[in-house]
């Protein structure tokens, strides 16, 4: 269920944006600013914020690529911690 949990927090599509651009070179002010208070969030904490949210309930789709998906599977916060 967890790896169920960190894939569908990837997918949200903020995440997904910020996950794929993580390691794109950053400016001299980016580098300077990693420690401030204000800066914006990195990948790793959004999908850590996410994860850690009892608002973030996903469930699986059902498929039929595998029995173990023929039901949907509630991988919400109370499932998961």
């Not at 999908?47 to 949210?53: F, G, K, V």
């Not at 998906?69 to 998961?80: K, L």
């Amino acid at each position: 269920l967890p790896y169920l949990r960190l894939i569908h927090c990837l997918l949200e599509d903020d995440i997904k944006e910020r996950w794929i651009h993580r390691n794109d070179p950053r400016s001299i002010q980016e580098i300077d600013a990693r420690n401030s208070d204000v800066r914006e969030e990195t990948a790793f904490e959004m999908i850590a914020n996410r994860w850690n949210s009892n608002d973030f309930n996903p469930t699986t789709m059902v498929s039929t690529c595998h029995y173990d998906f023929a039901t949907a599977i509630d991988i919400g916060f109370e499932a998961t911690s």
